[in-house]
């Protein structure tokens, strides 16, 4: 099933079923996605408005990136749900290898969301006042979603015995926690929000 046109009540249904995907890591992909829209949405509401025409085209420009960034993470959804299925069904001989895939999908989730949120620093720098309350509940969204991705590669990297493998993993993920942290913080400095 793809998630870019199943119903939201029956992808609900399915993370609360007997069913082993979708699980955390395509739930993450899509609320990383419900937070790229919403930034999204604050650049559509900026663009083509009176006082605005100075940050018009970068506005554009990093719609496009958002866009881009939505589909992907979609895509990232439907892929995480048919490895954890693949693992689960993996033999003893390719379960390192299968565990290894479900580590890569998490952490492409937690990349994507990585670059929304350094777009979303300038959809608040400089989209309209009035839609911005929208992209910071977005980027609240988007941050969730890259956590909880970096929680599923950090349980799954428990079951892998490639110890260069695991330093590997680690050092991306401390780039991605690093860099969100600093975008975050930049963010918040704007004064919008105290919490971020």
């Known amino acids: ?28 992909a899509v609320v990383g996605a419900i937070g790229t829209s919403l930034c999204e949405m604050t650049c559509i509401h900026t663009i083509g408005k009176d006082g605005y025409s100075d940050v018009e085209s970068e506005l554009r420009s990093t719609r496009s990136t958002l866009t881009t960034c939505r589909g992907q993470l979609l895509q990232l959804a439907n892929l995480d749900a048919t490895v954890v299925e693949e693992l689960l069904e993996a033999p003893g001989e390719n379960r390192q290898r299968k565990m290894k ?30 839609a911005l309350t929208d992209a910071i509940a977005g980027i609240l969204f988007v941050d969730a979603a890259l956590e909880a991705a970096v929680l599923t590669v950090r349980t799954n990297l428990e079951y892998i015995t490639d110890t260069d493998f695991i330093e590997k993993i680690e050092r991306t993920l401390r780039r991605i926690e690093s860099t969100a942290a600093e975008t975050l913080d930049g963010i918040s400095s704007n004064g919008l929000v105290e919490t971020l």
Do not use: H, N
Not at 3 to 24: M, N
Not at 101 to 123: H, K, N
């Open 1 to 28: 099933m793809s998630y870019e046109t199943t119903t939201l009540d029956t992808f609900l249904s399915e993370i609360a079923s007997q069913q082993v995907a979708p699980a955390g890591g395509s739930s993450a």
């Open 101 to 130: 895939r479900s580590i890569g999908v998490p952490l492409t989730i937690a990349q994507a969301c990585l670059t929304v949120l350094e777009s979303a620093t300038v959809v608040t720098a400089k989209g309209s006042d009035p």
